[in-house]
């Protein structure tokens, strides 16, 4: 606790400031005056917890200096010590708001009682002025501990005029890797809106572990206007500084108790990053806006990615990826069909790769479909093609001593086994005939083409039935079958249960 000392008798002035540290070593003396004008002055400057003063003073007496204190709002405890009993003198004093009133000869017992009171009711006032500060009361509203309690409404509303119905909006702004490298710049940008903001007032929490911020704008004028310009002015001068990741969102509530469901929904939608890009501010109007279509799938990419593979062009690979991302967002898609896509033309490459003697291909494209499914940027989608493409590419091990005929033979069986290609266009392709193809293909691997291509389809559905949530439809296009009813049959056959049964035994 920090006191200042205001007496303009020096042996009692020079006791009290001596006093205070053996009384407590929490008690700091901030300062000592002779007079009331000279304290008036040393309270502006030093903005104590505590002011001891004397009533008669020369220049200003205490109560006028106190007078001058409260006038001026500097909030500080006051303290009257003085010789005279006079009951105007104490009722003055009261009325300005003082803690104590002590007369001279002053006991030291009863000095130290009456700190030890004061220093406990700044704490009591702290801790209410924590638990309504804008940090504490919009931190519990965002993670949901803000209770419905009609006190603490009615405080809130004395104290900032925050009524229980207020329109509130949540501007967020997500950086990713990118936090530490722009973290500066967007809390200067942030503050600069809390300062300068026309039409609304706002506060801005720092969530460091999810590198991000979570802007509240509150009294708000025009909610609309607002969010025209945050998507005009500041989503424009942020871009322009941040490169790499950057999702921007924006969501409206009414009521400080609204605020966590509003913000969950604003999170929910930053995969639309994944379609408008990073100079969008995604809002539910901005999804209102746009008209989405279902998805085709690019089998013409898929091709081009799997040649990238094959020719181990990394280059390529990457260029593939970017066509890719084009297409979906040309159409527009929404951000679940890009995932399914992405997530059916990572099982094809891996399952390829596999074949072929990657070993790291089928773990590597695990880690890569959790990057899918959490994506909520194509930044972090670039960020694992390159592992990916070593996981595709690097083999560990001498390939199995077969043809280069029967080699080539299955290499197009695995890059279009689920496009329906035939023995007979595969011989058409090696120059032979496919009595002759068919004959080495069963002599050199042990099965027969069709039982190849069935075992190709039906480990493709395990895969993408314990890796992925997509429909049996979904995969059944994705391995080859035009009928879901035709894949549950055959894949029955051979594993001996239905693929939702073995989903939900193996999941």
Known sequence: MRIVVVEDEAPIREGLGNILAKLDDSYELAGKAK????????????????????????????????????????????????AYSDFDYAKRAIELGIDNYLLKPIKVTELKRV????????????????????????????????????????????????????????????????????????????????????GFRAYTIEFARRQSYVMILYHLEDVEKTRAYIENTIVPMLCSKISGKLILSWNECRGLLKIRDAVMEADQRTEWNLIFGKKALISRQKLEEVKTFPLKYPLSLEDQAKESVDAKDEKAFQAVWKKFRDYCREVPCTPQDMKEAMTRLAFHLSYVAAEVGAEEAMSGTQRFLKVISEAASWVDIEDRLDAF????????????????????????????????????EIAEKLHVSEEYLSSQFKKETGSTFSETIRRYRIENVKELLLKSSLKLNQIADMVGYSDPKYMSKVFKEEVGMLPLEYRKKNG
Do not use: W
């Not at 199995?400 to 005929?405: D, G, I, Q, R």
């Open 115 to 198: 700190l030890k009171e004061i220093e406990e009711s700044i704490a009591r006032d702290q801790s209410k002025d924590h638990l309504l500060s804008l940090e504490h009361v919009f931190l519990n509203a965002i993670t949901g501990q803000l209770e419905n309690d009609e006190q603490m409404a009615a405080l809130l509303k004395e104290k900032y005029d925050l009524s229980e119905d207020e329109p509130i909006a949540i501007f967020g702004v997500g950086m990713g890797s990118n936090y530490e490298k722009y973290r500066k710049y967007v809390q200067m940008a942030m503050a600069d809106m809390e300062i300068h903001g026309k």
């Open 35 to 82: 007079s009331g004008k000279e304290g008036l002055e040393l309270v502006r400057k030093t903005k104590p917890d505590l002011v001891i003063l004397d009533i008669r003073m020369p220049d200003m007496d205490g109560l006028t200096m106190l007078a001058h204190i409260r006038e001026e709002k500097i909030d500080c405890r006051a303290m009257v010590l003085s």
């Open 389 to 424: 493409f070593t996981d595709l590419t690097q083999k560990n091990y001498e390939e199995e001593e077969v043809s280069l005929l029967i080699q080539k033979a299955l290499q197009y069986t695995k890059q279009y086994y689920n496009q329906g290609i035939t023995l007979e």
